[in-house]
């Protein structure tokens, strides 16, 4: 079976929520690139008019221009062994795939099976936050990622001394694909749930949250945040750009959090903030 390839240039900010959307419509891996991404979709699945109906809903917002071509079945394996290199988060994290070596030196290593190019640490977002909660104490903590992708975040939680770390998303195969980390770099989530956080009825308060979205997720559910996060807790917020930290920042201050960090990467915002208010 043939592939559809699209190559899709956007406004930054929307390359991670046009990615989301297209998961919907068969498109089953995808590449970032400097200008936005490449998709890829079974060709027997493939809709034209739906893709194009997608684009026209956000034309008003971003500015989207695309080329599509059909090439013959990748082994995406290889693909990712071409193009996925390790990162690294300063001196303290690796972040490797299966297929290469360790590297001595770092303090923590983390092994991600690269599915889709996405959470990996390459992305901006994902990258600054890593860093972040190298600076925030997570011993004994319980830890709770929304939206966590591969699962990155929340496993990096571990490697940092948290007693607990759990994941939701609302994509299947991101929990698929969280629970295969979790085991590669041999660990155990407290669950990992697919849903939104407002479906998933959790009780349970958390001494730290993560979100790693985008602005209006994050800003709808800021409550949710709230009412998850102990006192005292600390919460990190990324996927939103820097033109939107106001915003963000009106939201939480809402909320009783009090920004103690942010840091900027090619626009990209992330953040840490502690609550201070019941």
Known sequence: ????????NCDPPFRDILIAEMGELAFDSFVETETGFEAYAPEDDFSHPALQTLFNNYRK????WYELKKIAKVNWNEEWE?????????????????FHESKPGFEHEIIINPQMSFGTGHHETTHQLLALQTEIDHKNKEVIDIGSGTGILAIMALKLGAASAAATDIDDWCIENTLENFQLNDLKPEFAKQGVIAELNIKKQYDIVIANINTNVLLSEMSYYDK???TGGHIFLSGF????????????????????????????VAMVLEKVEA
């Open 82 to 98: 071409k193009n996925y290199d390790p990162i690294e988060v300063g001196d303290k994290i690796y972040v490797r795939a299966t």
């Open 1 to 8: 079976m043939d592939y559809i390839q699209i190559t899709v």
């Open 241 to 268: 750009y820097e033109g939107d930290k106001t915003q963000i920042l009106d939201a939480t201050s809402q909320h009783g959090f009090k920004e103690l960090k942010a840091t900027v990467k090619r626009g990209w």
């Open 228 to 230: 998850i996060l102990k």
């Open 61 to 64: 917002q971003t500015r989207i």
